[in-house]
């Protein structure tokens, strides 16, 4: 196989948040990473009397969290960390939606999607009277699936 010419960087990312899964906000500008962790899928297994390995099946996919890292800032309605926070410190949790093109939008891009998720990491702002570079926080969620669709 010869060497691919198609590949990308994360230059163009495109993330949205959302509260309800219809109205979305971009939060491009305050995030700096996404971390998706890998989905393990339950392997079953099984022996019999005859032969010397297992019988194996497939299960369900497990969940999956993604950490978002996120520049802390103080602007309440259309920036990561206030959006995020603010679902963090909501009674009993708060669902939360977030999509992300790895090239940004455009027809026959890809787009992945956590569905409901459940937001259950939220780091509040460390600091470092040290340092010059802007404060990083992270959130984590956890999606039962994530999808990957084509934007039109």
């Not at 032969?51 to 520049?71: C, E, N, S, V």
């Not at 027809?107 to 570079?133: C, H, I, M, R, W």
């Not at 992270?138 to 039109?152: P, R």
């Amino acid at each position: 196989m010869a060497q691919t010419t198609t590949q990308v960087s994360g230059v163009d990312v495109m993330i949205e948040y959302s509260s309800d899964g219809t109205t979305y906000i971009d939060i491009s500008g305050t995030t700096n990473k996404v971390d998706v962790g890998p989905q393990d899928r339950a392997v079953g297994s099984a022996f019999t009397f005859d032969g010397d390995g297992a019988l194996l099946t497939y299960g369900k996919r497990q969940p999956i969290d993604i950490t978002f890292t996120i520049i802390y800032t103080e602007t309440a309605t259309t920036e990561a960390f206030e959006v995020l926070r603010a679902r963090h410190e909501t009674t009993d949790g708060a669902v939360v939606y977030l999509r992300w093109a790895p090239i940004g939008t455009g027809t026959g891009k890809n787009e992945y999607n956590t569905g409901a998720a459940k937001l259950k990491l939220f780091q509040y702002p460390p600091v470092d009277a040290g340092s010059g570079d802007p404060i990083l926080t992270t959130f984590t969620v956890t999606a039962s699936n994530l999808t990957m669709v084509a934007s039109t």
